[in-house]
């Protein structure tokens, strides 16, 4: 059963990302304020729901959310400054956009780098305890699936629309013997790491 709030009337966004494991394409996140007695039996973490459920539930999200926003950080970025700041760095741009100012972040996972004077709590496994951050990983997760299907059309050989770019084998494959693209995280372990008996 998800929790609808952390305190009570307080203004508080749900936070969450997407794709921090895959080996191409961004790292997005999504920041979410829902209304007081929002309710919807089939939110829940978006890793437990299916493509289909998710699919449905984004539009309910964007439409009934106090405030809503979804954030990218690029390949090239992730490279330079790493993945998990490049996962805080969607975060806070994701906060940025919100039309509503919170007075709190619930932040999924167990680490965040602070966002101005905006107090935060961590909460591990977040997204499954949480509905503001169930929201934003639903969020988070099916912008960032709708992104890779786009990108997976100028390079089909990837099979992006079906492994969204995570580590599949099809995808090592792919990497192997067509080489990378400007999509792929450059600083990422690409390829199967190959046992040696040396």
Same mark, same amino acid.
């Given at each position: 059963?998800?929790?609808?709030?952390?305190?009570?009337?307080?203004?508080?966004?749900?936070?969450?990302?997407?794709?921090?494991?895959?080996? =191409?394409?961004?790292?997005?996140? +999504?920041? /979410?304020?829902?209304? #007081?007695?929002?309710?919807?039996?089939? $939110?829940?973490? *978006?890793?437990?729901?299916?493509?289909?459920?998710?699919?449905?539930?984004?539009?309910?999200?964007?439409?009934? =959310?106090?405030?809503?926003?979804? +954030?990218? /950080?690029?390949?090239? #970025?992730?490279?330079?400054?790493?993945? $998990?700041?490049? *996962?805080f760095?969607?975060?806070?741009?994701?906060?940025?956009?919100?039309?509503?100012?919170?007075?709190?972040?619930?932040?999924?996972?167990?680490?965040?780098?602070?966002?101005?004077d905006?107090?935060?709590?961590?909460?591990?496994k977040?997204?499954?305890?949480?509905?503001?951050?169930?929201?934003?990983?639903?969020?988070?997760?099916?912008?960032?699936?709708?992104?890779?299907?786009?990108?997976?059309?100028?390079?089909?050989?990837?099979?992006?629309?079906?492994?969204?770019?995570?580590?599949?084998?099809?995808?090592?494959?792919?990497?192997?013997?067509?080489?990378?693209?400007?999509?792929?995280?450059?600083?990422?372990?690409?390829?199967?790491?190959?046992?040696?008996?040396?």
């Amino acid at each position: 059963m998800l929790e609808p709030y952390l305190i009570k009337g307080r203004i508080e966004a749900g936070c969450d990302e997407a794709g921090r494991g895959c080996l =191409a394409g961004p790292v997005t996140a +999504a920041a /979410v304020i829902l209304p #007081e007695g929002f309710s919807n039996e089939l $939110l829940n973490d *978006s890793k437990q729901l299916t493509e289909k459920q998710r699919d449905l539930l984004r539009p309910i999200i964007e439409r009934e =959310a106090l405030a809503w926003a979804v +954030a990218f /950080v690029s390949p090239q #970025e992730i490279d330079e400054i790493n993945i $998990l700041k490049a *996962s805080f760095t969607a975060m806070h741009r994701a906060i940025d956009q919100l039309s509503v100012r919170p007075e709190a972040l619930l932040i999924d996972g167990n680490r965040f780098m602070k966002y101005h004077d905006v107090p935060h709590t961590c909460i591990v496994k977040g997204d499954g305890k949480m509905m503001s951050i169930a929201a934003a990983s639903v969020l988070a997760k099916t912008h960032r699936d709708e992104y890779m299907r786009k990108i997976a059309q100028d390079y089909p050989q990837y099979a992006w629309d079906k492994n969204k770019g995570y580590p599949t084998k099809d995808h090592r494959m792919a990497i192997e013997n067509c080489g990378t693209t400007p999509h792929h995280r450059m600083t990422f372990q690409l390829l199967n790491p190959h046992l040696s008996l040396f």
